[in-house]
């Protein structure tokens, strides 16, 4: 079975503050994906990842970057951690019959 | 812009029901449609739709793919208060590397 873990299932930051998210997959995927889900709008993408070293944005990157030093590996950072970033992060990988597999979930909240 | 669209939103059935969710999806070089369920945590994968007209089959879901019109629907029968949750679409497009998704619906079963 495919695993994937994130780092924190909740975490509170306040405003300003840098904030990592981790994930990690066990699976040797190439491709893996950082959204975030909020009430009415769905899961957006942020960022994703086809291999190491290499990131193409999402549909909503501004305030976020990403890292994928290892393969297993894909951080998301909030280089200064805003109340709007308030939401539900799920990380993710693609297999090679495009199925996804999602992380728990990190819940973040910023005061 | 691509776009999946999920309807309805929101829909309360009671046990035994039968249900059908709907799905359409305007994206750039279609791979392939997805359907997940999401509780209270991640979602988990339950079909994946490359093929227009087959249906595929899970017990007591099923789902089939319309690539002329562009649709897909989602049928549970005799439903279950376990079946409450999230359904999600999605749609894998430009050539596997990006995915859209739905803003999902809400399924509430009452015993």
């Known amino acids: 079975d495919v695993k994937v873990t994130q780092s924190s299932r909740y975490l509170v930051k306040r405003t300003g503050e840098k904030v990592f998210l981790e994930c990690v997959q066990d699976?040797?995927?190439?491709?893996m994906f950082w959204y975030r889900q909020d009430p009415g709008l769905g899961l957006r993408l942020i960022y994703f990842?086809?291999?190491?070293?290499?990131?193409e944005k999402g549909d909503i990157p501004e305030g976020y970057s990403v890292s994928r030093e290892k393969k297993e590996r894909f951080s998301l950072i909030l280089e200064s951690a805003s109340t709007n970033q308030t939401s539900m992060y799920l990380c993710a990988t693609l297999g090679g019959t495009d199925e996804q597999y999602f992380g728990p979930g990190t819940r973040l909240t910023v005061t | 812009e691509d776009k999946v669209v999920q309807s309805p939103l929101s829909l309360v059935v009671h046990e035994g029901d039968t249900v059908t969710l709907n799905c359409s999806y305007e994206v750039t070089n279609f791979r392939s449609l997805l359907w997940y369920k999401q509780e209270k945590k991640a979602p988990t994968f339950l079909f994946m739709l490359?093929?227009?007209?087959i249906e595929k089959k899970s017990g007591r879901l099923s789902s089939i793919l319309d690539k002329k019109e562009l649709f897909s629907i989602l049928n549970i029968t005799a439903t279950q208060t376990g079946d409450s949750a999230i359904y999600l679409c999605a749609s894998n497009y430009n050539y596997g590397q990006n995915f859209v998704f739905g803003p999902g619906t809400r399924l509430s079963v009452l015993p």
């Open positions: 699976m040797d995927h190439e491709n």
């Open positions: 490359t093929s227009s007209g």
């Open positions: 990842s086809y291999d190491v070293k290499m990131k």
